[in-house]
């Protein structure tokens, strides 16, 4: 089982930045696409942004385009969200994913991913 955890969450003020990241022991790690999720109060989880095994290919939703950025590290096992320009409407619990089953496709889908983190709680006031 792929154990993740993500950490970086904190209660920020509207237009400050945070960075998230994700780690795993898993060793196949690089091998497969990851994914952020998040799921405010209420609302359904919902799509972040997702990268291929190697980073070469990104994807992100349109309220986060521009102000929030996915990256990797496959030496340490970690994916990153750098969030900038923050709005009250992020705030959300945030989950990384793994999509053990592709290397390359991007889904937006909770559903197509298998292995989740325990979430980290971004709180932006206004």
């Known amino acids: 089982q792929v154990q993740l955890v993500e950490s970086g969450g904190g209660l920020v003020q509207a237009g400050d930045s945070l960075r998230l990241s994700c780690t795993t022991s898993a060793r196949t790690f690089s091998s497969y696409a990851m994914g952020w999720f998040r799921q405010a109060p209420g609302k359904e989880r919902e799509f972040v942004a997702a990268?291929?095994?190697?980073?070469?290919?990104?994807a992100y939703a349109d309220s986060v385009k521009g102000r929030f950025t996915i990256s990797r590290n496959n030496a340490k096992n970690t994916v990153y969200l750098q969030m900038n320009s923050l709005k009250p409407e992020d705030t959300a619990v945030y989950y990384c994913?793994?999509?053990?089953?592709?290397?390359?496709?991007?889904?937006?889908?909770?559903?197509?991913?298998?292995?989740w983190g325990q979430g980290t709680q971004v709180t932006v006031s206004s």
């Open positions: 990268i291929s095994w190697s980073g070469g290919n990104t």
């Open positions: 994913a793994a999509d053990r089953s592709t290397s390359w496709y991007l889904s937006s889908t909770p559903d197509d991913y298998d292995a």
